[in-house]
C-alpha cells in the first residue's frame, strides 16, 4: 500500500521547489515542516549543509499553540535567532504546502522581525 495520494502530491511539489531553491550563507533557506502536532522551522546554508537555526513549538522554551493565528510568533522567534547570527535576509522555502494558513503566519512573523524573504 502506497502513500496517499495527497502526501504523494505534496512531495512532488517539494520537489519542484527544492530543484529550484537554493541557501547560501549570506542568504540561507528557511523552511517549514507541518506535522499533526508540532510544526518546525529550519534555516540551512545548503553550501555547507548546516543548519544556522532551528525553532519549533515542541521546545519548552517556545509556548505556541500549533494554530495559524499563533505560529507568527514561531517565525518571530526564528527570525530573532537569525539576527541574532548576523542575518537578515532569506529564501523561503514552502516545504510543498500551500502558502497560506500556518505556512504564511510563519512569514509574516519573520518579516515583522526584520528578516528579508
Sequence with gaps: MGA??????RLR??????GKVHG??????MTVFKSNRYTYVQVIDDDAERTVV???????AVDVPNRARD?????ELA???LRA???DRV???RNGYPYHGKVKAIADGARKSGIVL
Design 54 to 60: 532551528a525553532v519549533s513549538n515542541r521546545e519548552s
Design 4 to 9: 496517499p495520494a495527497k502526501v504523494v502530491r
Design 13 to 18: 511539489r517539494k520537489r519542484s521547489i527544492r
Design 24 to 29: 547560501t550563507a549570506s542568504r540561507p533557506r
Design 85 to 87: 547570527t548576523g542575518v
Design 91 to 93: 529564501v523561503f522555502d
Design 71 to 75: 505560529l507568527g510568533r514561531l517565525g
Design 79 to 81: 527570525g530573532e535567532r
